[in-house]
């Protein structure tokens, strides 16, 4: 489902944030990407919601080689990426019912068909009873699963997280993990940024490890 | 994305062309009446923003159609400006006015008043100045005349009105006569108030295009501080797969909304001007037999200030807009 074939990115102020990576995730797969603040993690899931565009070799995503994507098709390629942000990223002056229904609202859907799916999204995730609630009315827990329920509600094959357990409290921490477990088990692919080292070694999915931009580790498959 | 197919991708074959320009028709509702709501919740920007556009519109279009009502009104004076004929000297006051009799028959002349040689005389000795000059001389040196009123209604071969000379046919008719000696028209004003009317359509011209020029900055200003205010809600939707177009269109509804409002502000200003104006033009033009009024409520003018208003709202949020996405792209 998703490949890097040697990929480096370097920010346009010089500094290389990452260097060489290459790795393999199949589809339907959950993956943890771990490491120090800076290594790179939010990079690598930047670079697979084309975000950002690798300075250097290929990531190809559902068979799609990005780097080959024109601008233009850039906006329909996201729409097949969910995403969410460490710093959640909600529309502060939304309902929550707004703020997850701007993917379908972006891509086009009905009227009715926008309710029927942000309720379903909501549902999921727990927050039904809450969707005339702005978000500043909501805990920090319960604004990340906004965000969640904001990036599977177009049903997307990928699902990227970003420190999703950023500043949640241990339990808080396991039920949003045990979250996207249920999103990989309707065939979702799913990768999360994350430095909770203990938290996702409970999880017992496969965990890449990037140091400096590098890709040190990779419990699923020995490194060449 | 091989596994999951995408539900829109899915269903998008079985929906009809009907159904999609439906489905389009409302999303461009939709903005459209959300921008305008967006509009009626900051009242006192809003005002202010339409009638800066309003005054701007209606400058030149008020100096545009106060030379229209100069023209107008010239047209009438063009038709009631009269032809002197003088005579040769030796034709005398009994063949003058035989003359006179004869020439205000003809269909194209109204009226024809002839001043004897005596009166020429009087006339010349209270308006020259040099009256013991005149009483010096011997004789009468000066021919009769003939005044001739041309008809007013239109003239054959005439040209458009406002033209001067247009009834040149008369006077080269009358200038023909074997006892005359000329004909001209008292029109020589008439050509520089003309020429007055054509600097200030000139310059009603490039008012118009130096105050649209500034409507198109106060809207693009305006769009780029609302974007401003709305950065994170781009960035986001942008993050999520909306296209330029798409970001682009509350926008563009917002600069048509206030170019359309600024339109129309600057038609009711019109509408003010032309009631403060009307009687005393409408009184002046009568007084020369036209029955011209001024325009400025006429629904035309006001279709083309909210049409112009319109574009140039459009226009200036384009630019805006198109200039932010081109500096934010990812
Ligand atoms: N937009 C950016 N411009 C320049 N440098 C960046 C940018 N984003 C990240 N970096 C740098 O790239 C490196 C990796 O960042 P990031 O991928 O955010 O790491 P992590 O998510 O693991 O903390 C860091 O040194 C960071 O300072
Ligand atoms: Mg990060």
């Not at chain 2, 037999?289 to 909210?306: I, P």
């Amino acid at each position: 489902m998703i490949t890097f074939d040697d990929v480096s990115k370097s920010y346009p102020n010089g500094h290389q944030a990452l260097s060489h990576v290459s790795l393999h995730v199949d589809a339907g797969e959950m993956i943890f990407v771990t490491g120090h603040s800076g290594a790179g993690k939010s990079t690598l899931l930047r670079l697979v919601g084309l975000i950002e565009r690798s300075t250097q070799g290929q990531v190809i995503v559902g068979g799609q080689n990005l780097g080959k994507l024109s601008p233009r098709r850039v906006p329909y390629y996201r729409r097949r990426v969910g995403i969410t942000f460490q710093d959640h990223r909600l529309l502060t002056d939304r309902t929550v019912f707004d703020n997850v229904a701007l993917p379908l609202v972006i891509a086009g859907y009905s009227h009715r068909e926008t309710g029927r799916r942000v309720r379903a999204a909501l549902d999921h995730v727990g927050l039904l009873g809450k969707e005339r609630h702005l978000p500043e009315s909501l805990s920090g827990g319960e604004q990340q699963r906004v965000g969640i329920a904001r990036a599977v509600v177009n049903r997307p094959a990928v699902l990227l997280a970003d420190e999703p357990t950023g500043n949640l409290d241990p339990e808080l921490s396991r039920e949003v993990m045990r979250l996207f477990v249920r999103f990989q088990q309707v065939g979702v692919t799913v990768l999360i940024a994350s430095h909770h080292l203990d938290l996702i070694r409970q999880m017992g999915k496969r965990i890449l490890s990037l140091q400096s931009g590098r890709l040190a580790t990779d419990s699923g498959q020995p490194l060449p | 994305m091989t596994r999951r197919a995408r539900p829109a991708r899915a269903r998008a074959p079985a929906r009809g062309l009907l159904e999609h320009f439906s489905a389009w028709l409302t999303r461009h509702a939709q903005v459209a009446v959300s921008s305008l709501g967006q509009l009626t919740r900051t009242p006192g920007a809003t005002s202010m923003t339409t009638l800066l556009i309003g005054i701007a519109l209606a400058l030149p279009a008020s100096l545009h159609v106060s030379v229209e009502s100069v023209r107008a009104v010239m047209a009438a004076w063009d038709r009631s400006t009269q032809v002197s004929v003088f005579l040769k000297t030796e034709v005398d006051d009994r063949k003058a006015a035989a003359l006179g009799e004869a020439v205000s028959r003809w269909p194209e002349v109204d009226a024809v008043h002839v001043l004897t040689r005596a009166e020429a005389l009087a006339e010349y000795r209270t308006f020259s100045g040099m009256g013991e000059l005149v009483d010096s001389l011997d004789a009468n040196p000066l021919p009769a005349v003939l005044l001739v009123q041309p008809h007013p209604g239109p003239t054959p071969g005439s040209g458009s009105p406002g033209t001067p000379g247009a009834p040149g046919a008369l006077v080269d008719r009358l200038a023909a006569l074997p006892e005359a000696d000329g004909a001209q028209f008292d029109l020589e004003w008439v050509r520089r108030l003309q020429a007055i009317a054509g600097l200030g359509e000139r310059t009603a011209t490039v008012l118009a295009g130096a105050l649209g020029l500034a409507v198109l900055l106060v809207i693009a200003n305006t769009t780029r501080m609302t974007i401003q205010g709305r950065r994170d809600e781009i960035e986001i939707s942008k993050l999520f797969g909306a296209t330029d177009a798409f970001v682009r269109r509350p926008f563009l509804y917002t600069g048509l909304w206030y170019g359309v409002l600024g339109g129309i502000a600057a038609w009711l200003c019109l509408g003010a001007v032309g009631l403060a104006l009307g009687g005393p033009v409408a009184r002046l033009a009568a007084l020369y037999g036209s029955d011209f009024r001024l325009q400025g409520m006429g629904a035309g003018v006001g279709a083309a200030l909210v049409l112009g208003g319109g574009l140039l709202g459009l226009l200036g949020a384009w630019l805006a807009v198109s200039r932010y996405l081109r500096a934010v792209k990812p």
